[in-house]
């Protein structure tokens, strides 16, 4: 099973951004699909997870950011709009077959978690 991530950079405060985490070596469609960030010297933050069309946002992620996926693509994007200099950090997507988009954020489930992509670096400029 390998993710790939992209789509990260620097953008103003304001600015939006589309992420990409493209998967292979699994049956995408079965799989719940998450992104989490993690900040400079602070812990990994659940950000948001989507399994079939059933999603679930973290509280900084909601109303701001969107999750969706096209199992034909085998890509699941994350659309970030109204950026602020607080979701600068590391974006890592992750996949697991055996939970749901709201177990994804439990932090007893992320260590079991099937597959992690290698991480997008976003970083918003005030």
């Known amino acids: 099973v390998q993710l790939q991530a992209s789509g990260g950079g620097t953008v103003q405060a304001g600015g939006s951004l589309r992420l990409s985490c493209a998967a292979s070596?699994?049956?995408?469609?079965?799989?719940?699909v998450a992104w989490f960030r993690q900040a400079p010297g602070k812990e990994r933050e659940f950000v948001a997870a989507?399994?079939?069309?059933?999603?679930y946002y973290g509280d900084s992620a909601k109303g701001r950011f969107t999750i969706s996926r096209d199992d034909d693509k085998s890509t699941v994007y994350l659309q970030m709009n109204s950026l602020a200099p607080e979701d600068t950090a590391v974006y890592y997507c992750a996949a697991d077959r055996g939970t749901t988009a709201r177990d994804m954020s439990l932090s007893s489930r992320v260590d079991l978690i099937d597959a992690w992509g290698q991480g997008t670096l976003v970083t918003v400029s005030s």
């Open positions: 070596g699994l049956t995408f469609s079965r799989y719940a």
């Open positions: 989507i399994k079939w069309k059933v999603v």
